[in-house]
């Protein structure tokens, strides 16, 4: 099932773990609001874009090691590569200069894939937060390296 011109269904909650990953109907409906704004990415990137993990069932979120609170539970957040655009830091430097059009939620550098998610709800600001991974786990603001050191001001 096409969610979208460029993403399906079966990419949206493929997972390489042996376990369920199905959504519920609210799920669903984020997976399928969220593929609009990949098709946004998509377009902006001008390339293709490889998913790693979009939605996470509470078990497959166990399993990866994901945040108990992860967008990935609602269907609201998308791991991607895109490599004939780019590394994953030029594709979030080109996604940042396009964040007002996006309107994420958060957009992390994690270093060999770009994280975005979005908040579905109605009326609600887009946060526009953007974050590094570091080394040990914890998160920095703006775009750096695993030290966290600045690449870039976002």
């Not at 996470?56 to 609170?69: I, T």
């Not at 998160?139 to 870039?152: E, M, P, V």
């Amino acid at each position: 099932m096409n969610l979208s011109p460029h993403f399906t269904y079966a990419e949206a909650v493929h997972t390489n773990q042996c376990v369920a990953n199905e959504p519920g109907p609210v799920a669903l409906a984020n997976i399928e609001y969220v593929a609009d704004k990949m098709e946004l990415v998509r377009e902006i990137l001008g390339k293709p874009i490889t998913v790693n993990s979009w939605f996470r069932s509470q078990q497959v979120n166990e399993l990866v090691g994901g945040a108990r609170n992860s967008d990935h539970l609602s269907g609201c957040a998308v791991d991607f590569v895109s490599p004939q655009f780019g590394t994953p830091i030029q594709i979030c430097q080109e996604l940042i200069k396009h964040q007002d059009v996006l309107g994420y939620k958060q957009l992390i550098f994690e270093h060999t894939w770009v994280h975005i998610s979005w908040d579905p709800t109605p009326n609600t600001l887009p946060k526009l937060q953007v974050l590094s991974l570091l080394r040990g786990g914890h998160y920095a603001q703006g775009l750096t390296d695993i030290d966290g050191r600045f690449l870039t001001k976002a």
